[in-house]
Structure formats: structure tokens, C-alpha cells
């Protein structure tokens, strides 16, 4: 008897997901509880594992299709199937890569058509096998299916001699082959991509967003982390870093400046007594921000050992719901890319959000005299609606304040 394969709850609020990829072949076998299919949300990435053991007897949502709650992905028949093939063994000298084959559809040799440009082959009573496909693994997208009903393009008439060439402003063709796709690769946006365009748009839209900017002298912080790096990850077993000092700088600040802790909620501005930090962290599918939760209870250690936890779940795509939503409070370190100085952009609902960026030894001027400090830009980006300029600039100085003398940290000032 069969076992359906079907789309898992996704969590509050998340309907629809895309089919990100296989991991199973038809008639391959399959473990209890093995993944089979990884399907990409809005927030997350996450694999449906196998409720039975036997062997992948169909697969009814191809990659790259959208599914909802409950739909039905493929099925699980009974037997032992073929084992997975497995990786061919590392040549000597790498051999040149192949073009990849056009994507086949289920049982036939015609290329993968997209929705949109099977509509228009049947319309056209076109044959999807003798067109040349610029999607990914050979997929047909809408431009070749009207390309290849309208005949192809027609090239433009050669201008009479000596009449004046006038060459239009560029604008996207509705239709016909796009120029160069041969030296083009089209890759279907993510859903995670899509979802971190729409937010940040939103928030440039919605927000009066406005960002000031402050330094900080690091010689007594990175003084202090140099002294106790090495005893601290000995008895913690977690490196001391940077972002855990910068974190409870940050709710310091929050504290004395409720109003960049708040969110607008219609007519309503709404206060909030807790410290839920997101953390920023860059994925090969997008930056994150999943939240450590309850900070201002944490220890230092606790701090960098729930950052590290984060940034693994994050970077191997194992993030749930419940790890990115809620936040009060954005940290975003642009620094570890090299970054010297950004505005960063919003995470709505909140109000506030903090830029770190590198460590650059710069000539400072100190009691009088030229001295080589490293220092650091820090940039906090807020909504005017809700945080005056007053309040931006004295939640930077505090931010300040607490990292050129670390002890006002644990004595909270």
C-alpha cells in the first residue's frame, strides 16, 4: 500500500512553499524517517522526512512548483528499491565540465515547460521538443514559447545611408528573446529572496527612516577580550567575541530608551519590557535574523553560545518559525565582510536597528596628542515616527559610553 508524501504544517501565517529539490530519485529506496524533499518558504527552509520505509514510487510536484498545506508531494511504495547512486570518485585532473541536458518532463522527452509557456504551446499547437529552452536546466520559460510562436525575432531593417541612427531608452521587452541570453543565466528567486525584498521595501515605503552615525574607540574592549579569550572559552567552552559585548551595550541603551525597543501598531505605540535581539547573519540564500530571546537574562557566554547555535541552524538551513520571528531589536555586522560604514534598513515591526562595520586603526586625537586607535562607525537607523532625533543620538552615545568602558556593562549604566 501506498504512503502519501504530503506538505507539512509551515508555521503561523506561512501557507505556500516552493519545491526547492529532491533528495530522493523514483524507485530509490528510503529509510523511516529520511529526508526526501526540501521545501523553501518565505522564512525557511525545511526537509519532510519519510513517514514509512520502502521505495519513492512517484513524485507528483516537480521542483520549482508551489505547494500549499496538505498538498500531495509524491508517494511511497512498498519494496527495497535501488540504492542511491553514489558520488562518481575524485579524478586525478578535473575533467570539462558538460552543458547540463534540458530538463525532461515525467515519462517524455520534452523539455520542462513553466505554466506560463505551456499555455502558450498549446494555444499555438507548438511542439515544446524543438524549442530551445533558457531556463534553468533547460526549463522553458514564457519568452522562448512567444518566441517561438511569433517565429522568432526579425531582424530590424539596415538604416538608409547617412540617416541619423536614434537609439531609444532602454526598456524591459514585454516579449521575444531577451539580447545575449546565451551569456545569461536565468535562476528562479527564492522564496526567502522574494520575502527579503518585499520587507525591505516595506520598510523603506512605511518607515521615516533616518540613520545617525557615532564611532567607538575598541582598545579598551579588545584589551579586555585579549586578557580573558583564553580562560574564558576554557571554562565556557565558547570564544568570546564581540557581538555578545555589542548585544548587552545595546540593552543598556534599550533600557534608558524605551522608545527604540517600541513598534507602531495602527494608532497604537506599543512599549516593550523584554530584550529579544535579532542577530543578522549572511546565508548562501539570504540574510537572517534569528532572535536570541530574553537576552537581557543571559550571561556573556549564554549570549555567545546562543549567537553560535544561531549562525550554525542558520547556515545550514535548519532555522525554525519560532527562531526568527518576535524580535524587539536588530544587531546587523557588516564588518565581518569589510564593510567601514552602511545605513542599515529596517526590520519591520521594529524601530531600531544597529550597524557594526570593521575595525580600522585610524589616527585619533587623544589628550592632546596623535595617537593610532582602533576604532569602529556604528550607525543607528530608527523610524522618526517613533524615536526622535534626541533619543537616536543618545542611544548611539550610550552604545558608546559602554563599550569604551566595558564595566559600565555589568554594573548597568
Request: glycine share 10%; net charge neutral; with cysteine.
Amino acid at each position: 500500500m501506498s504512503v502519501e508524501i504530503k506538505v507539512p504544517a509551515l508555521g503561523e501565517s506561512v501557507t505556500e512553499a516552493t519545491v526547492a529539490r529532491w533528495l530522493k530519485k523514483p524507485g530509490e529506496a528510503v529509510a523511516m524517517d529520511e529526508p526526501l524533499v526540501e521545501l523553501e518558504t518565505d522564512k525557511v527552509t525545511l526537509e519532510v522526512n519519510a513517514t514509512a520505509a520502502g521505495v519513492l514510487e512517484s513524485v507528483t510536484a516537480e521542483e520549482g512548483a508551489n505547494v500549499e498545506v496538505g498538498a500531495l508531494l509524491g508517494s511511497i511504495g512498498e519494496g527495497t528499491g535501488a540504492p542511491a547512486a553514489k558520488p562518481a570518485a575524485k579524478a586525478e585532473a578535473p575533467a570539462a565540465k558538460p552543458a547540463p541536458a534540458p530538463a525532461k518532463t515525467n515519462g517524455g522527452d520534452a523539455p520542462i515547460a513553466m505554466p506560463s509557456a505551456a499555455k502558450i504551446i498549446a494555444e499555438n499547437s507548438l511542439d515544446a521538443g524543438a524549442i530551445a529552452g533558457s531556463g534553468k536546466g533547460g526549463r522553458i520559460l514564457k519568452e522562448d514559447a512567444q518566441a517561438a510562436a511569433s517565429g522568432g525575432a526579425k531582424p530590424a531593417a539596415a538604416p538608409a545611408s547617412g540617416s541619423v541612427i536614434e537609439v531609444p531608452a532602454f526598456t524591459r521587452p514585454e516579449s521575444g528573446p531577451r539580447p545575449k541570453k546565451d551569456r545569461e543565466e536565468r535562476v528562479r528567486m527564492t522564496k526567502l529572496r522574494k520575502t527579503i525584498a518585499t520587507r525591505l521595501k516595506q520598510a523603506q515605503n512605511n518607515a521615516a527612516m533616518l540613520t545617525t552615525f557615532n564611532e567607538v574607540d575598541m582598545t579598551a574592549l579588545m584589551a579586555l577580550r585579549n586578557q580573558y579569550k583564553d580562560s574564558f572559552e576554557k571554562k565556557h567552552g565558547v570564544k568570546l567575541g564581540f557581538m555578545s559585548f555589542f548585544l548587552k551595550a545595546c540593552i543598556v541603551a534599550l533600557k534608558e530608551l524605551p522608545a527604540v525597543n517600541a513598534e507602531i501598531d495602527g494608532d497604537d505605540l506599543v512599549y516593550k519590557n523584554y530584550y529579544d535581539i535579532g542577530v543578522a547573519v549572511g546565508t548562501p540564500n539570504g540574510l537572517v535574523v534569528p532572535v536570541v530571546r530574553d537576552a537581557d537574562g543571559l550571561s556573556f557566554a549564554e549570549v555567545e553560545k546562543t549567537i553560535g547555535d544561531l549562525g550554525r541552524k542558520a547556515r545550514d538551513g535548519k532555522l525554525s518559525m519560532a527562531d526568527l520571528t518576535g524580535g524587539t531589536f536588530t544587531i546587523s555586522n557588516g564588518g565581518v565582510y569589510g564593510s567601514l560604514m552602511s545605513t542599515p534598513i529596517l526590520n519591520p515591526p521594529q524601530s531600531g536597528i544597529l550597524g557594526m562595520h570593521k575595525i580600522q586603526e585610524r589616527p585619533m586625537a587623544v589628550g592632546g596628542k596623535v595617537e593610532i586607535r582602533p576604532m569602529m562607525y556604528l550607525a543607528l537607523s530608527y523610524d522618526h515616527r517613533i524615536i526622535d532625533g534626541r533619543e537616536a543620538v543618545t542611544f548611539l552615545v550610550r552604545v558608546k559610553e559602554c563599550l569604551e568602558d566595558p564595566q559600565r556593562i555589568l554594573l548597568d549604566m
